[in-house]
């Protein structure tokens, strides 16, 4: 593949460019697991909802958005659906009678129990390739840059600010 200059500009190379390539990696990994998940009729957001109350027992969507990163209306569109196929229950909290909680119901426990083992089968697939070391130096990596990008959101340094993160 040939790189051309445009100008006296050097365009992006995205082959070294760290954000482009973890969004490519997302996507592959996005795609490897829904092989799981997609034979049960769930969409990637739909399955992205049902594993994060799952996890919480009983949660609101505002805090499905929260820890997930998702939009909102992409959580609500997979809530609907989700209750609509009898996965979710959704019902008024007792302490704060503003907010609703969701929950799943005995088939969406059911369901999240059968998908639970295959998607962590899908992951020792995935990450069979590295030592366990490299395993867990990539989850620590993960981590700390996540904590480095909710510090950068909260410092509004996404929204303008010319700080210079880079330490690589």
């Known amino acids: 593949m040939n790189i051309k200059t445009i100008g006296n500009n050097v365009p992006l190379n995205l082959n070294t460019f760290f954000p482009y390539q973890f969004s490519v990696l997302a996507q592959q990994v996005t795609e490897f697991i829904a092989q799981i998940y997609e034979k049960f009729g769930l969409s990637k957001m739909e399955w992205r909802v049902l594993a994060t109350i799952g996890y919480h027992c009983e949660i609101s969507a505002r805090d499905i958005c929260k820890f997930t990163h998702l939009d909102k209306m992409q959580v609500s569109r997979a809530i609907n659906k989700l209750i609509q196929s009898e996965?979710?229950?959704?019902?008024?909290?007792l302490e704060d009678r503003r907010k609703n909680l969701l929950s799943?119901?005995?088939?969406?426990?059911?369901?999240?129990?059968?998908?639970?083992?295959l998607v962590k089968n899908k992951e020792q697939l995935l990450l069979e390739g590295l030592t366990a070391q490299e395993c867990e130096q990539l989850k620590m990596l993960t981590v700390k840059l996540?904590?480095?990008?909710?510090?950068?959101?909260?410092?509004?340094?996404?929204?303008?600010?010319h700080n210079d993160a880079s330490k690589c």
């Open 104 to 117: 799943l119901t005995a088939k969406g426990g059911e369901l999240y129990q059968e998908i639970i083992p």
């Open 146 to 161: 996540s904590a480095q990008l909710e510090v950068f959101s909260n410092k509004n340094f996404l929204k303008g600010s």
């Open 87 to 93: 996965l979710l229950l959704q019902q008024i909290s």
